[in-house]
Each structure stands twice: as C-alpha cells, then as structure tokens.
C-alpha cells in the first residue's frame, strides 16, 4: 500500500508528460514484459475454470483498467494530496462492498468510520479547491474520479482474496497484467499515433519505469501474497499507508501545498481508517 501510495503521487508529474491512455497502456506493457515469466501453470495448480477466469477478468478490468483511468485522470485534475485524502477512504468502501456483495454485517464502528470518510471527502471538495475558478471547476471533476478509483481498489482487494484461493499471487500477477494490457491497447495505440516521443524527458523514462514496476508488479505481487495468510477484512487496515505515503510524496516530492482545511480533511481521513480497522475490544 505504501507502494500504490507513492505511484499514485507519482502519476501527477507523468501525466503532464504522457496522455493518460498512453501511460496506462505502457505501464501495462512495461508490467507484462517483467512478469511473461510468471504465466506458467504450478504442477500442484488447478487449470483455469470459468469462475476463474470471470474472477481474473474483473480483477484486471476493475483493479487495473478502470482504477488507472480514474486515478490517472482524477490526480490529473485535483493534486497527489487530494488523491491521499480521498484514498482514505478505502477501508470503509471495502466494509460496504463486503456488506452488499458478501452480506456481512456493518458494526457502528464501521458506519461512522465510513460517515467520517465521507466529511473528510466532503469537506476537501468544498474547500480543499484550488483558488483560481477554472482549477476548481475541474477539481470537482478530479475528487469524483478519485472516489471511483477507490471504489476499483476495494472491489479489488475482495476480488483478490478469493484469487489467492486458487492461484499463486505471480499468476495473478502475469494474467491480471495481460488483461490490463489487452484492455487498454486499442486506447493506447489511438493516444500513441499522435505523440511527440522525442520531447519525453529522461527522467520522466525513469519515472515511468518505477511506476510501472511499482503499479504492476511488485505491489500486486506483495498485495496478493499477503491476502494469501490474511483475512481481507482484516487486511483494510493496512490501506492506511496509501493515503500517507500519496501525501508525503505530493507534499515532500512535489512541492505541493497542505492547508488547514486539507490538513482537517486528511485528519478526518485517518480517523476514520484507524476508527474502521482497530482491533475490537475483546468483552
């Protein structure tokens, strides 16, 4: 998560350099070259049935394909540290998505976790705006596509989990990253046949590199790994590093400003994460 946190930050300067479908379609392809390895079936695996496959599907198409359209899109119109106080949010989306899709129950605890989420997400919105009128009209725009994105990686992380029961996390890994590849390529070639590639900066082929890395390998293959011996509920509480680490980078990195409002809307943020994820009192 600290991973994910740092390469959502990262997005904000490499979307000023590459279109947003162009970025993600070569992540994608960065992603597949350095995990082709990891496609072969274990001896001691299962072969791919339908319910598999319908799993390995939404996975990338939810996780990989729609999230990156919509991180990409909404830190492009809102700023890294906004992305941080909106993924906050995750922990309690997770506890929602669990309710409707799982029918698990939804304690208090967890209902004014979610209640604070949505204050702290508010409060940014109103006013955690940029002060010239043009960037705020399009920061209203940014925060809607940062709330879908982490809807994406809630419905991710439930997802996941029941991958884990079936494959090794590297073939999740290798196949997630060949339908994210797969989705975004007729994007991708449409955004590449009008790009200027001789005015890419080198250190924005450097930065690209990480985040591709970063976005497709190493963070789903830590993510998944980790599912594989924790319960994903009980794997939300580890979601906190994203918007701290997005922060810090957006902040540290990237120069960029917190004001007291966005201080009191990340706050919010992480109460309500800690407030969601914190072990109950035993009776």
Known sequence: MALVGSYVALSKPLVAVFPVFLLAWLRFGIGALATVHWLRKPADEPALDRSTRRLLFLEAFMGNFLFSICMLYGVALSSAVAAGVIMAAIPAVVALLGWLWLKESISRRVALATALAVVGIGLLSARGTPASAGAAQTAWLG????????????????????????????????????????LMTPLGLWSASSFAWSAVPAWAWLALLFYALAASVWSVWLWMTGLRGVAASS????????PISATLVGVLALSEVMGPWQWLALGLALAAVLLATAPARAS
Do not use: D, Q
């Not at 879908?148 to 996390?169: D, N, Q």
């Not at 794997?235 to 994203?242: D, E, K, P, Q, S």
């Open 235 to 242: 794997a939300g509480i580890f979601t906190v590093m994203l």
């Open 143 to 182: 925060h809607l596509l940062l709330l879908g994105a982490v809807l994406c990686e809630a419905a991710y992380a439930v997802i996941g989990k029941r991958l884990t029961s079936r494959l090794s996390p590297k073939r999740i890994t290798a196949l997630i990253n060949l339908w994210g590849l797969a």
